[in-house]
């Protein structure tokens, strides 16, 4: 196991790993100034995530159904990102522009507290260097059709880098939707409690599980 993850791994370019974090940071760093000016044309689409999330949130979803939308979700989304490696330069630009978009959908669902330390948050511990990989594959393969050399790296056809999608980028986005779907559940029940309707079914008492 640690030498075909060593394997996929020696595909994968460190320098343009840090790369790929680098612009998601830059668009991370000047999402609450976007925010505050009011940016319109670069708030639409997270300010409308940020507002399906809090919907979706309050929704009670059945467990598994939960589990599956959040993993389809991010795995459509890192998915494009890693497509987006055909087109050139636009691999940099989503890395900015997911962590721009990441950036204000944090800042407006918690008000501007512990922004760069919800970075660190269980969830993002996975999700965060599964985008990075998309990213960095994405960039990679770009780079073979521009005429300029970054740094050197081991050059791969594309499906390789899909393989590397699948067996590493999945298994952890499969992980954080199970974090991740578990927390809300768990934040949902304690809201009930703090709210006095603790005695409430959940979805799987109203699906007789």
């Given at each position: 196991?640690?030498?075909?993850?060593?394997?996929?791994?020696?595909?994968?370019?460190?320098?343009?790993?840090?790369?790929?974090?680098?612009?998601?940071?830059?668009?991370?760093?000047?999402?609450?100034?976007?925010?505050?000016?009011?940016?319109?044309?670069?708030?639409?689409?997270?300010?409308?995530?940020?507002?399906?999330?809090?919907?979706?949130?309050?929704?009670?979803?059945?467990?598994?159904?939960?589990?599956?939308?959040?993993?389809?979700?991010?795995?459509?989304?890192?998915?494009?990102?890693?497509?987006?490696?055909?087109?050139?330069?636009?691999?940099?630009?989503?890395?900015?522009?997911?962590?721009?978009?990441?950036?204000?959908?944090?800042?407006?669902?918690?008000?501007?507290?512990?922004?760069?330390?919800?970075?660190?948050?269980?969830?993002?511990?996975?999700?965060?260097?599964?985008?990075?990989?998309a990213f960095t594959m994405a960039i990679q393969y770009n780079l073979?059709?521009?005429?300029?050399?970054?740094?050197?790296?081991?050059?791969?056809?594309?499906?390789?880098?899909?393989?590397?999608?699948?067996?590493?980028?999945?298994?952890?986005?499969?992980?954080?939707?199970?974090?991740?779907?578990?927390?809300?559940?768990?934040?949902?029940?304690?809201?009930?409690?703090?709210?006095?309707?603790?005695?409430?079914?959940?979805?799987?008492?109203?699906?007789?599980?």
């Amino acid at each position: 196991m640690i030498d075909f993850i060593s394997t996929q791994f020696s595909y994968i370019s460190f320098q343009l790993f840090l790369i790929s974090i680098l612009l998601f940071i830059i668009g991370y760093v000047v999402a609450p100034t976007v925010y505050y000016k009011r940016i319109d044309f670069l708030l639409a689409y997270p300010l409308w995530m940020a507002k399906k999330i809090e919907q979706w949130s309050k929704k009670e979803w059945n467990p598994y159904l939960l589990f599956a939308f959040i993993l389809l979700l991010n795995s459509v989304s890192l998915f494009a990102n890693l497509l987006s490696g055909i087109i050139p330069l636009l691999p940099f630009i989503f890395a900015i522009w997911t962590g721009l978009n990441v950036g204000v959908v944090s800042y407006h669902m918690l008000k501007g507290q512990f922004y760069f330390a919800s970075l660190f948050n269980p969830v993002a511990l996975f999700e965060l260097p599964a985008a990075f990989l998309a990213f960095t594959m994405a960039i990679q393969y770009n780079l073979k059709q521009l005429p300029i050399e970054i740094v050197a790296f081991r050059e791969a056809p594309f499906g390789q880098y899909l393989f590397i999608f699948i067996t590493i980028v999945l298994p952890l986005l499969l992980v954080a939707a199970i974090i991740e779907s578990w927390l809300i559940k768990v934040a949902q029940r304690m809201e009930r409690s703090n709210t006095g309707d603790e005695n409430q079914p959940d979805d799987n008492d109203k699906n007789g599980g």
